[in-house]
T-cell receptor
């Protein structure tokens, strides 16, 4: 069965600290997509990244970076030099069989990140 | 980029009334739309998958007679919460999947916050 686990419920850091949000997934499919979303207090989901199962290259986008390791079924997200504006709930999600029309996203429980000044 | 709108963004209603939430894909056609529900401090849970021109598929535990879904066109899906009760108070989020081929990218609406008094 498919599952996404975000073991960290809440993380608190001070501005400029680096922080890594963990995500472990389970799936029997060989083709799948992994996502990270940010949900600020307004509630609207902000798309951060999508990675397919065949692309294990790490990615960096500004202060954000992602480490995808199929061997450990993990897709971790690191924020470098955190800022107060990074405070939000972050969700990791999995989409199996993406070429099927009825495939929804399976979300982890989310990690609440609080960055203090 | 692809935009999904939801209307209303928030609604307060009395117990026993029905509430309709609209989800529109503004600049693309969506064969499939998904409805998620998010209770406070919890993750997004898929309620149902809506395919244009056919009956919605509901997840286990979601009452199809209570949460009526209509996907009458390629750009509009509606969720009607019938005889709403306080326990239906939640954040309802829709997503729309682009109909064209490929990995089936999904785009999320901004959400509708329902409060039932």
């Amino acid at each position: 069965a498919q599952k996404v686990t975000q073991a960290q419920t809440e993380i608190s850091v001070v501005e400029k600290e680096d922080v890594t949000l963990d995500c472990v997934y389970e799936t029997r499919d060989t083709t799948y997509y992994l996502f990270w979303y940010k949900q600020p207090p307004s509630g609207e989901l902000v798309f951060l990244i999508r990675r397919n199962s065949f692309d294990e290259q790490n990615e960096i986008s500004g202060r954000y970076s992602w480490n995808f390791q199929k061997s450990t079924s993990s897709f971790n997200f690191t924020i470098t030099a955190s800022q107060v504006v990074d405070s939000a709930v972050y969700f990791c999600a999995l989409s199996e069989d993406p070429n099927q029309a009825g495939t929804a996203l399976i979300f982890g429980k989310g990690t609440t990140l609080s960055v203090s000044s | 980029g692809a935009v999904v709108s939801q209307h209303p963004s928030w609604v307060i209603c009395k117990s026993g009334t029905s509430v309709k939430i609209e989800c529109r894909s503004l600049d693309f056609q969506a064969t499939t739309m998904f409805w998620y529900r998010q209770f406070p401090k919890q993750s997004l849970m898929l309620m149902a998958t809506s395919n244009e021109g056919s009956k919605a598929t509901y997840e286990q535990g979601v009452e199809k007679d209570k949460f009526l879904i209509n996907h009458a066109s390629l750009t509009l899906s509606t969720l009607t919460v019938t005889s709403a009760h306080p326990e239906d108070s939640s954040f309802y989020i829709c997503s729309a999947r682009i109909s064209a081929g490929g990995p089936g990218e999904q785009f999320f609406g901004p959400g509708t916050r329902l409060t039932v008094l």
